[in-house]
């Protein structure tokens, strides 16, 4: 309950911090829909640590883009995102799902014109796990627990082109990574990373 009440606070404050934007400030508004091939690094101390491989996951998110000026705009987004990895235990192959709600901020280096576009995009991102599945299988779930934090960056690149009088159709490939550990002991530190295709109409 309290990691959900967490989360519920994180998001209430990044919609309160988009309340002051004027209207001419904003300069899009959209859906994303995304593919996440997602592992993690696992670093005993002692021994060696296992191998870990991709686990494919999908989510969707919001955006709103604004401040744009010469190119360069900020984008904050807010997702619902599964991730995750495949690891082995004992002779069996598992893929424990981590669900989280991300929030990136992200900022946008745009190259082109009001027609086909280009752009790079980079920024922090806090992450909040809202699901584990299976809850008792690894290590990992074992560890972790419902509403414990990820901190890290994100960088991207992709192209935006119009569909039509209004809106945008966005492509872009993205790769994340934790900068905290999602666990730290003694024994081990685990930290996620992902690519991440994404795909988005802004309005």
């Known amino acids: 309950m309290t990691g959900t009440v967490r989360i519920t606070s994180h998001i209430i404050l990044l919609l309160c911090g988009l309340l002051p934007l004027q209207a001419q400030s904003l300069s899009s508004v959209g859906v994303m829909a995304a593919g996440a091939a997602s592992t993690q690094s696992w670093s005993y101390t002692k021994g ?81 796990l809202f699901h584990i599945e299976p809850q008792r299988m690894t290590a990992l779930t074992d560890a972790l627990s419902e509403g414990e934090s990820d901190f890290g960056v994100s960088a991207g690149a992709g192209i935006q082109f119009p569909l039509g009088p209004v809106p945008d159709l966005h492509l872009e490939c993205r790769y994340t990574m934790s900068i905290l550990p999602i666990y730290n002991s003694d024994a081990l530190t685990i930290r996620n990373s992902s690519i991440d295709l994404l795909l988005g109409i802004g309005f």
């Open 48 to 128: 060696a640590s296992p191998e870990t491989g991709y686990r494919i996951g999908y989510g969707a998110g919001l955006f709103v883009e604004g401040f744009r000026a010469r190119g360069i705009s900020f984008i904050w987004e807010l997702w619902y995102l599964q991730r995750g990895l495949t690891t082995k235990v004992g002779a069996a192959a598992v893929e424990p799902s981590l669900t989280y709600i991300s929030m990136p901020i992200l900022m946008k280096v745009r190259f082109g014109d009001d027609g086909f576009a280009y752009y790079l995009t980079a920024g922090p991102r806090i992450e909040y």
